[in-house]
């Protein structure tokens, strides 16, 4: 018999401030009977392995073109999101709970974290990938209409790119955290004391 995953919530004290997450707060698909799982696993590897030997190809040379991976990654994405938005928005609620100020979305996407940062004051959503720009100002006006006040600009540059003198409250990367590193981007946008705060990235929040 498997064991039921821990349904206490894991803590953590940052700047005075408790957050707490457990396992029952990821959505999960409803488990099905023993026989139902086996034929969809006979299923899945019979159709699914045949469909990966033909699809992998094309995917790598996909990566291989510059032009081509970012136009595709325009159109899974926006797909891809929200389903896994829908499965982790009550974690992403107790993550960002206490998100305020000035907030630097990193690599946003199609803007799908947008609806989280309804206490921030000024938002900027950096995505590199031009090709993100139409999703990103149809989520930008759905954002402003429920938070009017809310200033929010569109930047299609790198992180490094950035005006390093305009620093962040928080720094979320929801879901690149695997690409950049986190503790060198926190550094460079929160040089100096003063204005030296928190950082809240995709799986916790930390302090810079």
Known sequence: MSAEPSQQPEEQVLSGITYKVNQSM??????????ITFFKTIIGVSVGLPVFLL???????????????????????????PMMDKAFSKVKVELLKNLHGRVLDVGCGAGGWLKYF????????LEPNSNHVAKIKQSVEVFREANPNVEVEIVTKFVNELDKSKPYDYIVLGNVIRSPRPASISSRYRRRPETRRKGCFSGACAKS
Do not use: G
Request: net charge positive; no cysteine.
């Open 118 to 125: 309804e206490k921030a004051t000024f938002i900027t959503e």
């Open 55 to 81: 699809v992998a190809p094309l995917m790598y040379v996909i990566m291989l073109n510059r032009r081509i991976s970012q136009r595709s990654s325009a159109i899974f994405i926006p797909i891809v999101m």
């Open 26 to 35: 990821v959505r999960r698909a409803r488990p099905s009977s023993p026989l």
